[in-house]
């Protein structure tokens, strides 16, 4: 209906009216309403008795003043009732206006028309909450629904994390003049930690706490720190796996008893790839190098991991020049899978513990592949890995799933035949993968990411992006994902006194958005600010607003308070 159709009864001859219904729909207020509006104040004040809009115990308009002089697109409102507004690009939207019994009237409207609908004077103007058709009422009305102009949100709605929206990302400042060795964990609470080569100064050791990082010396000795790994325990402690290269050996620091203690592990050209992993039950587990003889080596302690005594060793894979670029990862039940390279074979292998008997399965063949390699497993004894092939110059990606090992290309890699790159994988907990590297080819840092796996490979191929082009070439890149399975990458730009450690953060890893209206994003049970699993979030019981992934665990009390798989911790 256009403001030309003549509305029902005396009051729809007042040509001013018009300009009223205009403003009221529209939100434009121009010269020629203030001007008219100054002379039929009287009949203003009639209207507003009629149609019960307007508020007439004192007749302020949240609009006013010379900037509505111009066009106006927004909520209007005075003391007593309610305008919701047009839609976020001013465009088209819709227009409910509300008074305190609740009778409301809805029109669409644009910058330069308005259509209102009125039954009859005497009769309430027709109730327009629920515009988007969903059966609930929009808050401007009163009801729960937080976004009336989607169906798809409402209070009923399922409400899942959505998607993946990094666009860009943001650097932060660690600490400057360090080596090109690192590795990152992030704890329970989201604090950071990252071991790392300081140089000159050894092995050091970085945490969060509050807003700033501090900052701790390991092992000293200039010649310590290179080929390291780190881990938490499910207590907090970290433990470390690193090379000597002064005297050949494999080291490890813990602070497990509460102060820093170091050990020696093995000696005699050892402990080059070294990579350490803890398990749920506290059993520490390291995977490296014996270059003296060319073999896969495993070390395993239960506890008191600060003395060498405690330790046990045996080889993996003594069948050729093995171990280099080896990984670990275990399982929930503590199951270690050690990958690594033969190198004068042109073999990628995998080994794992099967009733105490290492079995050893071949990945690839052909050429120098299974080079600068990361590891991750899940739940289901899944394992998968990132690493370069040499032949082609490609970042790869391998899974083994159902005892079947399956190939595929991430992204070209530019490797160098000296190496000097490094990978970077994790599953988060909606089960996607995540993978940082470092090329030579002018890129420097780049990210991957696959949303969905079909038969252990990337369902829709995986969406790769540059994080820094001036990230340093070497082995320094670390990802860890946070609570909400957000991609955090610790890596070095710059080299030699210059060489800084940096962690790059996505601006957006979810898209925010509210779909149930309970003011979270993912479904929120028990309001307790944590989305449930089953909607892609981490609070293992929805039901209990007492137990979330942010929640002090008691120990002892058979109750896993904070989600992190165990009591106590």
């Known amino acids: 209906m256009s403001f030309q159709t003549e509305f ?150 399922d409400d899942v994390l959505k998607g993946h929206c990094i666009k860009s990302w943001k650097t932060e400042h660690v600490v400057s003049g360090i080596g090109s060795f690192l590795d990152m964990v992030i ?9 790392y080569h300081s140089g000159e100064s050894g092995l050091a050791y970085a945490h969060e706490s509050g807003s700033s990082w501090v900052l701790k010396s390991l092992d000293t000795d200039e010649s310590v720190g290179s080929n390291l790994s780190l881990s938490l325990d499910s207590k907090g402690f970290f433990h470390i796996s690193y090379l000597d290269l002064k005297w050949t050996r494999l080291k490890y620091a813990t602070n497990g008893t509460g102060n820093v ?7 005699g050209l050892v402990g080059w790839f070294s990579s350490l992993a803890v398990d749920k039950s506290g059993r520490v587990h390291v995977a490296y190098r014996d270059t003296k003889h060319g073999t896969t080596r495993y070390a395993t302690c239960a506890n008191n991991c600060q003395l060498s005594s405690t330790w046990t060793f045996e080889d993996v894979d003594d069948e050729g020049d093995a171990g280099k670029f080896a990984t670990i990862t275990v399982d929930k039940d503590g199951r270690p899978y050690v990958a690594y390279t033969v190198i004068d074979q042109n073999e990628f292998r995998v080994a794992h513990k099967k009733d105490g008997v290492w079995v050893v399965e071949i990945v690839a063949t052909g050429g120098p592949s299974g080079w600068c390699m990361s590891s991750t497993v899940d739940d289901s004894g899944n394992v998968y890995l990132s690493y370069m092939d040499k032949v082609d110059g490609m970042l790869r990606f391998a899974s083994r799933v159902d005892d079947i090992w399956r190939t595929e290309a991430i992204a070209p890699a530019a490797v160098d035949v000296f190496g000097g790159q490094s990978s970077s994988i994790q599953m988060d907990y909606f089960g996607r993968l995540h993978v940082a590297w470092t090329d030579d080819s002018g890129e420097g840092l780049k990210y991957a990411w696959c949303p969905v796996l079909c038969d252990g490979l990337c369902c829709d191929g995986w969406d790769s992006m540059i994080i820094d082009a001036n990230a340093f070439v070497p082995q320094g890149v670390s990802v860890a994902l946070d609570q909400q399975g957000r991609p955090n990458v610790a890596y070095v730009t710059g080299g030699g006194s210059q060489a800084t450690l940096k962690i790059a953060v996505p601006l957006c890893a979810e898209t925010p ?57």
């Open 8 to 157: 029902r009864g005396t009051i729809a001859k007042m040509h001013w009216q018009r300009d009223v219904i205009r403003f009221i729909i529209g939100g434009r207020l121009t010269k020629h309403m203030m001007i008219t509006w100054t002379h039929t104040g009287l009949r203003l004040a009639l209207l507003c008795l009629f149609w019960g809009i307007l508020s007439c115990s004192n007749g302020d308009l949240s609009a006013t003043s010379q900037q509505s002089m111009d066009a106006i697109s927004g909520p209007f409102t005075d003391s007593n009732h309610v305008a919701d507004s047009s839609l976020p690009n001013g465009d088209i939207g819709i227009v409910s206006v509300v008074d305190s019994n609740g009778a409301a009237d809805g029109v669409l409207s644009d910058d330069t028309s308005a259509t209102a609908v009125l039954d009859s004077i005497d009769a309430p103007p027709r109730a327009v909450c629920d515009y988007d058709g969903d059966g609930f009422q929009s808050e401007a009305c009163g009801g729960t629904d937080c976004n009336d102009a989607s169906p798809a949100v409402n209070p009923k709605a």
């Open 187 to 195: 704890d329970p609470k989201g604090k950071r930690h990252i071991a």
């Open 261 to 267: 203690a170091l050990a020696v592990l093995d000696q």
């Open 513 to 569: 958005f509210d779909a149930n209206c309970d003011g979270t994003d993912g479904n929120d049970s028990d309001g307790d600010g944590f989305a449930s699993i089953s909607s892609g979030g981490l609070d293992c019981n929805d039901s209990d607003a007492a137990i979330n992934p942010g929640a002090i665990d008691i120990p002892d009390d058979t109750i896993d308070s904070n989600c992190n798989g165990q009591d106590g911790s």
